[in-house]
């Protein structure tokens, strides 16, 4: 077996991003029907979200920075070119949303829910929010990553012809 | 009906006011920032040369777009004139445009 620390970088951003989706998505099923009881674990599950999600920031720019020019060349010149001029360039910039939102929602879940329904809306349009501009982001990876398998897989079927 | 969600007052706290609105403002300068750089190169390799990186560049300028306007707005309470409920429909505003803003414009630029 050999797994590289690029490899542990991109799955720790990929771990973390869902991570943070999941407590985001905690926060939001606990403001569904918020109670004074509930507060303490709403303020900790946002604070799960910015915290995974700064961590997924960090982990995802240090891999893109120092690793991904050379999976660029590959899909450019594989058949999923879109996985880089579509999918990549829209994910990078997707994420800082994301990630602002994330940073909002500790913010938000300051309020006393149970007694502010405005409150209540706005915790539970941020949470959503990360929810889907998240897993968008993970599937545009996804996208990404098997552009990188098409393109071997193309060179290598180019390699293997006699 | 929800009974554990009684009337109050509909009022957010100055720093959850100015944050949201900050965020709202932060991710539409976002996208407009990825439209510049993309089609204007000079910005982009500007910013590389600043932050070893354009995106790490972009990445440092989103955060202190918010963190700045948040504590301006907190200070100044200017967030709190518009409707919690208000404020809340310009954050999802700003997220929708902001993003289907990045994807259509990588898409059919």
């Known amino acids: ?162 | 009906m929800n009974t554990a969600i009684r009337s109050g007052s509909p009022v957010l706290a100055p720093a959850t006011s100015g944050f949201v609105l900050s965020a709202a403002i932060t991710v539409v300068f976002n996208t407009a920032l990825a439209w510049v750089k993309d089609a204007y190169p000079p910005l982009s390799d500007f910013m590389g040369r600043i932050g070893g990186h354009h995106w790490t560049t972009h990445g440092v300028a989103d955060l202190l777009v918010f963190a700045g306007l948040g504590f301006v707005f907190t200070k100044t309470r200017a967030a709190e004139k518009i409707a919690p409920n208000r404020l809340t429909t310009v954050l999802i505003g700003a997220v929708a445009i902001a993003g289907l803003g990045l994807a259509l414009w990588y898409v059919f630029v």
């Open chain 1, 1 to 162: 077996m050999n797994i590289s620390s690029k490899d542990i970088i991109l799955l720790a951003h990929a771990a973390l991003g869902v991570t943070g989706c999941m407590a985001a998505l905690w926060v939001f099923v606990e403001a569904l029907s918020a109670r004074s009881e509930s507060a303490r674990r709403i303020q900790t599950a946002a604070l799960v979200a910015a915290v995974c999600m700064a961590a997924a920031w960090i982990c995802g720019g240090y891999w893109y920075v120092q690793f991904y020019p050379a999976d660029k060349v590959l899909i450019l010149k594989g058949p999923w070119p879109f996985a880089h001029d579509v999918f990549m360039e829209t994910k990078e910039h997707l994420f800082f949303i994301t990630g602002i939102l994330a940073f909002l929602l500790p913010f938000t879940t300051r309020e006393k829910l149970y007694t502010n329904p405005a409150a209540r809306t706005l915790v539970l349009s941020v949470a959503g929010l990360i929810v889907v501009t998240g897993l968008a982001v993970e599937g545009a990876g996804a996208i990404i990553d098997h552009g990188v398998k098409v393109a071997l897989l193309r060179a290598a079927s180019k390699g293997a012809r006699p």
